[in-house]
């Protein structure tokens, strides 16, 4: 599925990969979901696009797959409409909050 995410956003193949360990069902809806995590990695030159960029577009081309090259992959047809592709914040945000809890409390 990574290869045809890199297709639609005509992006070099490196900057997406798909963890084959990280996903989960989604338990908060009556339909078999699963959760898939996508890592974009940072662009290496100024003439690439954004890694929030890559996101906000590949959101968008899953909200409308319907008219976008989404729906004419094998894999990422599968992709859910109302979900689209949320970002989840880093976990590097997350360690330097519990850091600086912990140093000042104690």
Same mark, same amino acid.
């Given at each position: ?7 639609? *956003? ?10 084959? #360990?990280?996903?989960? +069902? #989604?338990? #908060? %809806? ?5 959760? *898939? ?7 290496? /030159? ?8 890559? %996101?906000? !577009?590949? !959101? ?6 319907? %008219?976008?090259? %989404?729906?004419?992959?094998?894999? /990422?047809? !599968? ?8 970002? /989840?914040?880093?976990?590097?945000? +997350?360690? +330097?909050? +519990? ?8």
């Amino acid at each position: 599925m990574s290869k045809e995410i890199t297709k639609v *956003l005509a992006c070099n193949n490196e900057r997406i990969s798909i963890p084959n #360990d990280r996903y989960q +069902y #989604d338990k #908060d %809806i009556a339909e078999d979901q699963i959760l *898939l995590r996508v890592d974009i990695a940072e662009s290496k /030159t100024p003439n690439e696009s954004s890694s929030s960029s890559l %996101i906000k !577009d590949l !959101d968008q081309m899953i909200k409308l797959k319907s %008219i976008s090259q %989404i729906s004419r992959e094998e894999h /990422t047809n !599968d992709l859910d409409p109302n979900y689209g592709a949320q970002q /989840t914040r880093k976990l590097k945000i +997350y360690i +330097y909050i +519990y850091i600086f809890i912990y140093l000042f409390i104690f």
